[in-house]
T-cell receptor, first 114, second 115 residues
């Protein structure tokens, strides 16, 4: 089964620094998605990168995808205290009629120290 | 504006009791999902629902679980006889269309505690 695994499990940085989180998966994918979860809250979709894309930007977020290595990275530049959250990569498994379910990794817990 | 809300936000129940968790879409959606997250663990897929029927379910989604859209709007997850290990955050997720651009919007979750 497809499975995203992030590393590091936890990351602590100073405000203003960049944060890089990595994700590896096992099988071929159509796309890979990154989500954010504030403590005890729901998941917020951040960015989707297709299998034929190598890099994608959204504001301070930069995502890369290397399908040959089955890995992706999420870079948050100029981090802020408000970026403190857990970040998950997720890969879709399609079940027909356009539906898919997401398989999530264990996540990286990011702490940004003011 | 949130795409979806969930009720209740928290629920405490006794083992063996039935619980119903509700997901209230704000706008029209085609695809409905339930996920759960046991404390400190991964978010896990439970079930997907499309065109008024289950389209996919995981091994977790056994006979104790059921889903429905009783009024064509709210999407519910019922656990018939709760077990201690059902304690988790339960997230509803919705998707508006079949296009790859249409991502899943997650609700804020219901925290279920089974005693």
């Amino acid at each position: 089964s497809q499975q995203g695994e992030e590393d590091p499990q936890a990351l602590s940085i100073q405000e203003g620094e960049n944060a890089t989180m990595n994700c590896s998966y096992k099988t071929s994918i159509n796309n890979l998605q990154w989500y954010r979860q504030n403590s005890g809250r729901g998941l917020v979709h951040l960015i989707l990168i297709r299998s034929n894309e190598r890099e994608k930007h959204s504001g301070r977020l930069r995502v890369t995808l290397d399908t040959s290595k089955k890995s992706s990275s999420l870079l948050i530049t100029a981090s802020r205290a408000a970026d403190t959250a857990s970040y998950f990569c997720a890969t879709p498994t399609y079940s027909g009629a356009g539906s898919y379910q997401l398989t999530f990794g264990k996540g990286t817990k990011l702490s940004v120290i003011p | 504006e949130p795409e979806v809300t969930q009720t209740p936000s928290h629920q405490v129940t006794q083992m063996g009791q039935e619980v119903i968790l509700r997901c209230v879409p704000i706008s029209n959606h085609l695809y409905f999902y339930w996920y759960r997250q046991i404390l400190g663990q991964k978010v896990e897929f439970l079930v997907s629902f499309y065109n008024n029927e289950i389209s996919e379910k995981s091994e977790i989604f056994d006979d104790q679980f059921s889903v429905e859209r009783p009024d064509g709007s709210n999407f519910t997850l019922k656990i018939r006889s709760t077990k201690l290990e059902d304690s988790a955050m339960y997230f509803c997720a919705l998707r508006r269309g079949a296009s790859e651009k249409e991502t899943q919007y997650f609700g804020p979750g219901t925290r279920l505690l089974v005693l």
